[in-house]
Each structure stands twice: as C-alpha cells, then as structure tokens.
DNA sequence: TGCACCCTAAGTATTCCTACTCATAACAAT
DNA sequence: ATTGTTATGAGTAGGAATACTTAGGGTGCA
C-alpha cells in the first residue's frame, strides 16, 4: 500500500483529489491539509511514497516545500499539482526536482497515471504543456539557452520584484539606496537580457512574473 | 429531493463538489460539466433547483449562463463558485440575479449550509468577501456611489481594454483612428474617475482587471 | 596579473505618459 | 431651448522610462 500526502489550499479540490486516489487499490491518502509548513511538517516525520503538492499554499509555497524536502533528503517524491501552464513554473518545478508537474484541469485518470509512473520511477507531465517540452527538448540539444529570469543578476532579479510592486524608479533608487541612474540602467539590462521592448513591456513582465521571482 | 447542477471546468474539483453535495441527504447531484454552454442546454432542459457554475469557464463563462437563464425565465437559481474575491466581480454577479457567491477555497460546510440558505430564498455569500459587503451596504446607505469601472464610459472602456493589451496611446490611436491627444485625454478621465495616479498605476491597473472589461 | 563580470553612476536623446486647461460638435434629456 | 454628457482635438508642462554610451571600483577566476 503506498502512502500518498495532499496539500492544497482547496479544501473541496482536495476532497476530489482523495476520492480519486482512494478508489484506486494499491494507493492511501495517509493525510492531507492546506498549508506548506504543515504539509512539511508531516512529510518529514512521517515520510509517505508520494506528496502531491499545490504550488501556491499559505506560509509556505510548493516550491520551498520541495526546497527543503530535498534538504533534508527525504524519501517523498514529490507531484505538483497547479493551474500554473507557464513554461518559466514548470521548468522551475523540473530544477527542483520534481518528479511530475499535473494541471489543475487535468481529468481524474491522469492523476492516476501520473502517481503510477512516478511510483515507478519514472516521469509524468500534463498533456497541455507537452507542447512546451518539445521546445525545451530542441532547446536542449541544440543551445542550452537559459531562459529568460536565469540570466539575471541577483541585483536585477531585486529590482525586478520591486517593479512588480509596482514601484517607480525613483522609488526602487530611495528603497536601495542607489541613483536613480543606476535604476534606470538596471531596468535597462533586464530590458535587454528579457528582449523587451518599448514603455509598456517591463512592468507587465513583472506582474505576470512575480511569482517566479526568488 | 433537491436536484442540483454542478459546472467547473476541473474535474477535480468537481469530484469533490459531488462528493460533498451527495454525501448530504435531500440533495441530489442530477449533472455535471466543464463549460458554460452544455451547462446552459443542461439547465434549459432539465431545470434544476439549483446550478453550481464556475464563472471562468470554457466555450461561456458563467456570467454569459446566468443572462442566458434571466432571458428563458428559467426556474434555477444561481450560485456562482469561484476563485475571484475581487468586488467588482461578485458586485456584477449580484447585478445580474446570482442566489450565492462562494469563494472556492470555502470549506465543505460553507457549501452545505449555502445551498440550504438558497433552496429557503436567501442570498449567502462566503465569509471571505464579507469586509466588501459591509463597505458595500455602507455605500448604499450613504450615497450611492458606483464602483469604479461602472463610471467608465464605453470609448473608456474600449481603450482600457487595449491598454490592458499592452498597447501604447500611439497604437490605441492608430487602431480607433483618432488622435493621440484625444487617447491621452481618455486615459487621463480613467485615470480621474479611478483615482489613479502616477505612471504605474494604469496599465497594472488594467491588466488586473481586464476580466472585467465587457 | 589580466580578464570577465557586476554594481555603481552619469551623459544625452527620445519617447511615453501624466496633469492640467480649453474648445467644438454631436446627442440626449428635461 | 437649455443643460449635460460624451467624443473629439490641441496647448503646455513636467515626470518617467527607454535606448544608447562611457567609466570607475570591486570580486573572482585562470
């Protein structure tokens, strides 16, 4: 019998979650909650086969959850489970190691499938985002391009978070300490580094990527 | 008995709602799907009690389903489920007739004690959002005041949507035939009549609530 | 030591957006 | 017929961001 943990801020999609994965023979959800600290918490002392995991959670997030399973070398195989489909989540999800990244959309036999493949050592990806996969395989064997956030600077990546907050550079100059020129030319080098282009490029990009921002 | 519909476009979360609703005695969950229109021709036909509807859905949103049941004079009533706490959104669901407005992270007993309240011809509405509802009722008794994007003529309306496409004044201007000026002057009566105010409040604005933009 | 990279900063020019005021024509409401 | 609203456009001013270039100081690495 494998032990299977669910943490998901959605106390009715995780009533579904466990009704699908306890029908199923051979599998238990051996425990469940909402939040990541106490997702880790059980984790750690109890240790079951598989975790599946949301990735937007209270206190702490699905990402710094696998962060500190790996820490602390825990057994768990870890599944994301999210309604995110970009590409910048998921192949922060793969870095980390997870062992399978499900949409929220995905149907109830997916799921299924998916807990058996990696019980089995093996990966599992939504359908929706193969799309993606096939790009980063090209990727792969041609450039090994990093993509987009990786190739900035932690200072950047800093200024970048605060433009998400929607800070102005003026303000972002008095926050840091620095001219606002200096700003500038940082927003300047993300510019370039991201390919954006254009008064309306940077400050979307950051809202839209604010979540991938360590 | 009470026959109930249930329309979200994630199987999961469905599975719960089912689970949930027929775990309870006097309901019955007659129906599902995951988009507007099979919702729309389900409730058309059978004319549940009550529908459960997503408002993010495939092929119709939610909205669009309940118009449609206001137009047929249908018999249902309306409860919408859904992930926006945003005022505006569940201010238009109240506008067209909707019986209840759960959040989706509401737990199990929320729903239960909801469709109750509904089936009895009472609003509910999730604890979550309540703080709104309080300003809200404090608005009515005052003065009235429409909220935000209600103020926004239609040529206002049309050119935030294309700001929230990430388009420049010169491309709004290009794509409306009209002058420059006179998109600036637009932007700035939105900016007025939302009080908003500096160079990174529109267009963030904007993005946020482009689903809200008819 | 030298090279590469990063953070810092400033110069210059251009574009974009905000924040006002003013004006005219179209249209609806009373 | 007057008033109000809307859409259109322009004038002026200034703030903010982009798009370049140059340059000193620091760190780390070969």
Redesign the interface.
């Given at each position: 019998m494998k032990k299977i943990f669910i943490a998901d801020?959605?106390?009715?999609?995780?009533?579904?979650?466990i009704?699908?994965i306890s029908a199923e023979p051979g599998f238990e959800v051996v425990g469940e909650c909402g939040d990541g600290i106490t997702a880790l918490k059980y984790i750690a002392e109890k240790k079951p086969d598989i975790a599946l995991l949301d990735i937007q959670m209270p206190k702490m997030n699905g990402f710094d959850v696998l962060k500190k399973i790996n820490e602390l070398n825990l057994p768990t195989k870890v599944v994301f489970l999210t309604m995110h489909s970009e590409e910048d989540i998921f192949e922060k999800a793969m870095e980390l190691g997870a062992k399978a990244y499900l949409l929220?959309?995905?149907?109830?036999d997916d799921?299924v499938q998916c807990i058996n493949n990696v019980l089995q050592g093996k990966f599992y990806v939504s359908g929706s985002i193969s799309n993606y996969l096939f790009t980063l395989n090209n990727k792969l064997k041609t450039g090994n391009e990093k993509s987009g956030l990786q190739k900035l600077t932690s200072t950047e990546t800093k200024i970048l978070k605060l433009i998400a907050e929607?800070?102005?550079s003026r303000e972002i100059a008095d926050i840091l300490y620095i001219s606002v020129r200096t700003v500038e030319n940082h927003r300047n080098n993300i510019c370039t580094k991201l390919d954006l282009h254009?008064?309306?490029?940077l400050?979307?990009f950051a809202?839209e990527n604010k979540h991938l921002l360590v």
């Amino acid at each position: 019998m494998k032990k299977i943990f669910i943490a998901d801020d959605h106390p009715i999609f995780r009533k579904g979650l466990i009704e699908i994965i306890s029908a199923e023979p051979g599998f238990e959800v051996v425990g469940e909650c909402g939040d990541g600290i106490t997702a880790l918490k059980y984790i750690a002392e109890k240790k079951p086969d598989i975790a599946l995991l949301d990735i937007q959670m209270p206190k702490m997030n699905g990402f710094d959850v696998l962060k500190k399973i790996n820490e602390l070398n825990l057994p768990t195989k870890v599944v994301f489970l999210t309604m995110h489909s970009e590409e910048d989540i998921f192949e922060k999800a793969m870095e980390l190691g997870a062992k399978a990244y499900l949409l929220k959309e995905s149907v109830t036999d997916d799921i299924v499938q998916c807990i058996n493949n990696v019980l089995q050592g093996k990966f599992y990806v939504s359908g929706s985002i193969s799309n993606y996969l096939f790009t980063l395989n090209n990727k792969l064997k041609t450039g090994n391009e990093k993509s987009g956030l990786q190739k900035l600077t932690s200072t950047e990546t800093k200024i970048l978070k605060l433009i998400a907050e929607k800070k102005s550079s003026r303000e972002i100059a008095d926050i840091l300490y620095i001219s606002v020129r200096t700003v500038e030319n940082h927003r300047n080098n993300i510019c370039t580094k991201l390919d954006l282009h254009g008064a309306n490029a940077l400050l979307p990009f950051a809202l839209e990527n604010k979540h991938l921002l360590v």
